[in-house]
């Protein structure tokens, strides 16, 4: 039986610390992909593309060849032909060149090997991101307990197939295309719908948003995690295996302190008073700040001792509505939402995709790519490369560490805000006076920041990137890791800001699934840096740092939003000020 919302709000800390962790273990992994393909490229994945001409696929490529006879060194040799004569008798057979075809434990890896696997990491990136629009749609109108039963499911299944792949992966290796499949939708279930937890939390809304997002992008720690305890000699398949195992306790208690229902936004509910108004002519439940409001009009009206003429009252449906239930009826209703399509065509949101698509290209670029670039920093030294994808991998907990930093500017000084009502002052004249500064445009204010900061970082990180130093690139490393977080921070508190809180998880698929099919130009940016350019990304790095310039017109917007939000602002307390002059009385019913 699923826990109704009134007992998810009071486990909501311990929901909200499970799902910091299980993001952590189970949602986007995918994101330490450089540590993940090593271990793959040592379980032997797709070695047999590099397989000399005439070798069969399905040889086993651990055992050694034979070599042919009568020599016993003929291996070494570029062919019986090839003689230098250096005289007096002497002479000289040319080797093979040291820099023959790679091996990583016992497989051999190559080229080949490196494009089909980053094509496999490719199409479970892009699920990553392309699923969350159908996931937003299901979960705003179902809720987040199946979604997530669902994704625990599928990361369990992942695990299992990769386990079963690194069994025969002479014959098996397609199923990391099937797991990584799995992975990214399941992990991505993990992830959404967490982002609606924190509705539970008022005004520290933001702050948790920005949690479950750190979390989400520090899950790119797990798999260096893994190789550390796959370096340590324990099998590749038992790790998947109690891997998956883990996974089903993300089903259990998932399936335990999970409601059925949506959150709602903590304007909408306050998860403790529910009343059913069937007898004031409506038959809807309100809660917390509705019923507050709904119940104010009726008595400002009633205070007012304007009486309505019995044949002025107002009918509905053949009955007679009293004069509070008239109130109810034609000032208490509750404001339209706009609909998806109108929303998804407002400036903010089209300029978030355009932020939103440069630097998840930018950011998925570097990771795909990150490994053969280390590779030619450092001469091909397999055991140097693998110490900095460790130290990336490490340094993805920034990421949990540095994005409630973003999330303490989105909530900056919104304890201090009202919802733009007026309240009467304890003054003699009963005078009206602002609570506070407008919610909304604070909430727009912070935003501004936030995407200032980021993409002043962006642009640091693609400066960074530019430079072929290897020490250097550590630095390129932490600056990844935090735009990482500052970014998905920053458009998750925009989101919850600007827009319905029943739209937040359509809005936020749509803008992961037009970023993903946009981020999926990072397959033709690395066939070209490993082709054309061989394996220099300097051109393609020069090409992203000109469209990271690009995530600087959303600010620039914000700016004149906000402007408009201050006049708008300004006129309706104008014109409160005239109201109260015309009406020639200082007492608030009076022009209510």
């Known amino acids: ?7 998810a709000f009071a486990r909501r800390w311990w929901m909200a610390v499970t799902a910091i962790i299980e993001n952590l273990l189970f949602s986007a992994v995918l994101l330490g992909w450089g540590s993940l393909l090593i271990m793959l490229k040592s379980e032997g994945f797709y070695s047999y593309l590099c397989n000399e001409e005439g070798n069969s696929s399905s040889s086993n490529l651990s055992q050694i060849l034979a070599t042919p006879a009568p020599y016993d060194y003929a291996d070494y040799y570029e062919s019986e032909d090839t003689v230098v004569g250096l005289g007096d008798g002497v002479e000289m057979r040319p080797l093979v060149p040291a820099d023959g075809p790679l091996q990583m434990n016992g497989w051999l890896i190559c080229k080949d090997q490196d494009e089909m696997l980053n094509l496999a990491f490719t199409v479970g990136s892009f699920l990553l991101s392309a699923i969350t629009l159908p996931l937003g749609i299901v979960m705003d109108k179902y809720g987040p307990r199946k979604l997530r039963l669902l994704g625990s499911t599928c990361f369990g ?19 990391i295309f099937i797991a990584l499949t799995f992975n990214g939708f399941g992990g991505m279930c993990m992830t959404f719908t967490s982002l609606t937890l924190p509705n539970m939390f008022g005004d520290l809304r933001s702050t948790f948003i920005a949690l479950m997002i750190g979390s989400y992008a520090s899950s790119a720690v797990t798999f260096p995690g893994v190789k550390v305890i796959y370096d340590l000699g324990v099998s590749f398949i038992t790790i998947l295996v109690v891997w998956a195992a883990c996974a089903g306790l993300v089903f259990l208690n998932c399936f335990f302190n999970w409601p059925l229902e949506p959150f709602p936004g903590p304007e909408d509910m306050d998860y403790t008073v529910k009343i059913k108004f069937s007898w004031l002519g409506f038959d809807h439940k309100i809660t917390g700040k509705q019923f507050y409001r709904q119940v104010t009009t009726v008595g400002r009206r009633l205070s007012v001792g304007n009486s309505l003429k019995e044949n002025e009252l107002a009918v509905k449906d053949g009955n007679k509505l009293c004069l509070s239930t008239m109130d109810l009826e034609m000032d208490c209703k509750p404001q339209e939402t706009p609909s998806f399509f109108k929303t998804i065509a407002t400036p903010i949101f089209l300029l978030s995709l355009v932020t939103m698509c440069i630097t998840q290209l930018r950011l998925l670029f570097y990771m795909g790519a990150m490994n053969s670039v280390l590779e030619s920093l450092t001469d091909g030294d397999l055991n140097t490369v693998s110490l900095y994808s460790s130290i990336f991998g490490v340094l993805q907990l920034l990421c949990l560490m540095t994005t409630p930093v973003i999330g303490q500017i989105m909530d ?7 919802d733009g009502e007026e309240t009467k002052t304890s003054g003699n004249n009963g005078q009206i006076k602002k609570k506070g500064r407008d919610k909304k445009t604070q909430k727009v204010t912070n935003a501004l920041r936030a995407f200032i900061l980021t993409n002043l970082l962006l642009v640091g990180f693609g400066i960074t990137s530019l430079v072929p130093n290897l020490q250097l690139q550590i630095v390129s490393f932490i600056l990844h890791t935090v735009v990482r977080g500052f970014i998905h921070s920053a458009v ?3 989101y919850a800001a600007v827009y319905p809180s029943s739209l937040f998880g359509s809005l936020t698929g749509m803008q992961s699934l037009v970023s993903a099919v946009f981020a999926l130009l990072q397959q033709p940016l690395f066939l070209a840096m490993m082709g054309p350019l061989e394996g220099d990304p300097f051109w393609v790095n020069i090409g992203l740092l000109a469209l990271s310039m690009l995530g600087f017109l959303l600010p620039l917007y914000l700016i004149c939003y906000r402007r408009t939000l201050l006049k708008e602002q300004q006129e309706k307390e104008d014109n409160a000020k005239i109201y109260i002059k015309i009406n020639g009385t200082n007492i608030p019913e009076a022009y209510v």
């Open 1 to 7: 039986m699923p826990p109704t919302l009134a007992s």
């Open 157 to 175: 299944l992942s695990c299992l197939l990769i386990a079963y792949g690194a069994y025969q992966p002479n014959e098996l290796s397609v199923l």
């Open 412 to 418: 900056w000084k919104l304890k201090e805000c009202d």
């Open 492 to 494: 998750g508190g925009l």
